[in-house]
């Protein structure tokens, strides 16, 4: 392996450039904007989840409702955990968080739809964590070691939605095999 070296002069001078930009260095700019792209879609996504969730859990009716209903809710404020979390690093890499909700289902990568029954709830909340399940995988493997801070904020992520998934797909089950 070979030797990690950078010069101490090297870094003392980037380090002293545009002080108030705080971790971030002139060199990571243009790469940041594209991060920050990305999350603002992801922002968009949790957002769109959370208000579906949100829906869901207010429109659930049924006999299984008592079961699943509080899982929609505990979903959802999950989801919006997310979301402050993904706005508060597009604000550490010098980005501006867009919460403009005349954009956010544009922007999501998941739909927001609203089912009749509990059991078309539940199959489109797993659609929806299906696809943010990929979405993240991909993130993290584009940000990769260039951004070890936002990809282990997505790699958490990434985990939770999984647990959702699973949560989802088991609801699903129960709800279409009796």
Same mark, same amino acid.
């Given at each position: 392996?070979?030797?990690? #070296?950078?010069?101490?002069?090297?870094?003392?001078?980037?380090? %002293?450039?545009?002080? =108030?930009?705080?971790?971030?260095?002139?060199?990571?700019? +243009?790469?940041?904007?594209?991060?920050?792209?990305?999350?603002?879609? !992801? &922002?968009?996504? +949790?957002?769109?989840?959370?208000?579906?969730?949100?829906? /869901?859990?207010?429109?659930? $009716?049924?006999?299984?409702?008592? =079961?699943?209903?509080?899982?929609? &809710? $505990?979903?959802? #404020?999950?989801?919006? @955990?997310?979301?402050? *979390?993904?706005?508060?690093?597009?604000?550490?890499?010098?980005?501006?968080?867009?919460? #403009?909700?005349?954009?956010?289902?544009?922007?999501?990568?998941?739909?927001? *739809?609203?089912?009749?029954?509990?059991?078309?709830? =539940?199959?489109?909340?797993?659609? !929806?964590?299906?696809?943010?399940?990929?979405?993240? *995988? %991909?993130?993290?493997?584009?940000?990769?070691?260039?951004?070890?801070?936002?990809?282990? &904020?997505?790699?958490?992520? &990434? !985990?939770?939605? @999984? $647990? /959702?998934?699973?949560?989802?797909?088991?609801?699903?089950?129960?709800?279409?095999?009796?």
């Amino acid at each position: 392996m070979e030797n990690f #070296n950078i010069p101490e002069k090297q870094l003392s001078e980037t380090a %002293k450039q545009n002080m =108030v930009d705080g971790a971030v260095v002139q060199s990571d700019k +243009e790469k940041n904007s594209m991060i920050c792209e990305a999350l603002n879609n !992801a &922002l968009a996504t +949790e957002l769109v989840c959370m208000m579906r969730y949100r829906q /869901h859990y207010f429109a659930c $009716e049924g006999i299984n409702c008592d =079961v699943v209903s509080p899982e929609f &809710l $505990e979903h959802a #404020n999950q989801e919006l @955990e997310h979301a402050f *979390k993904i706005a508060a690093r597009i604000s550490q890499l010098g980005g501006k968080a867009d919460f #403009n909700p005349d954009t956010l289902s544009a922007r999501s990568h998941a739909e927001y *739809k609203t089912a009749d029954d509990l059991s078309g709830m =539940v199959k489109d909340d797993l659609e !929806a964590e299906r696809m943010a399940i990929q979405v993240y *995988k %991909k993130l993290i493997k584009w940000v990769g070691d260039y951004d070890p801070t936002t990809r282990r &904020l997505l790699e958490d992520i &990434l !985990a939770q939605e @999984e $647990e /959702h998934a699973d949560e989802m797909a088991e609801y699903y089950k129960d709800l279409n095999t009796h």
